[in-house]
């Protein structure tokens, strides 16, 4: 279990900016199946359970402007929701900008990690998924640890 940033990612943060500048504008997708050995790699098989975005209307997330201890956090008067789609247990969610296709490749910004149970990097207290159910995320932060 690590979070794990895109080439891409990686790239834009050496490059052209804040995290938060290259997360903002992001959804949140969650899904089961066998975890992409990395945020590069296609999907695959994984099915999509929920796709979360600002009051679950399809709009891109955002972040606060501030990150006390190198910690980014969602906005607070944003509301992180969605409608899970897919009976399943989630196995790992990527943090992606709308268009991405899930394929393979280095161009596309993401944020990849597990997700399910108490240890996974996301924890999801309702498992599992049940189609047509909300998922909210009230909390949602990516720490920079101190080196």
């Known amino acids: ?5 895109s080439t891409a990612l990686r790239e834009g943060l050496v490059v052209s900016g804040p995290l938060r500048t290259l997360l903002n504008e992001c959804v949140v997708r969650i899904y089961s199946g066998s975890v992409p ?12 359970l929920a796709e979360i975005s600002a009051g679950g209307t399809g709009t891109p997330l955002t972040f606060e402007s ?3 201890n190198g910690v980014l956090s969602k906005s607070v008067a944003e509301n992180w929701t969605g409608t899970v789609i897919a009976n399943g247990s989630p196995t790992f969610f990527r943090l992606v900008k709308p268009g991405d296709t899930g394929n393979a490749g280095t161009t596309d910004v993401r944020l990849q990690g597990t997700a399910g149970s108490p240890g996974n990097d996301m924890v999801i207290t309702e498992l599992p998924l049940i189609t047509g159910a909300p998922q909210s995320f009230d909390f ?6 101190e080196q």
């Open 37 to 48: 050995v990395s945020p590069d790699s296609a999907i695959g098989s994984a099915v999509l």
């Open 66 to 68: 501030a990150a006390p």
């Open 140 to 145: 949602f932060q990516i720490a920079i640890p």
């Open 1 to 5: 279990m690590a979070i794990k940033f």
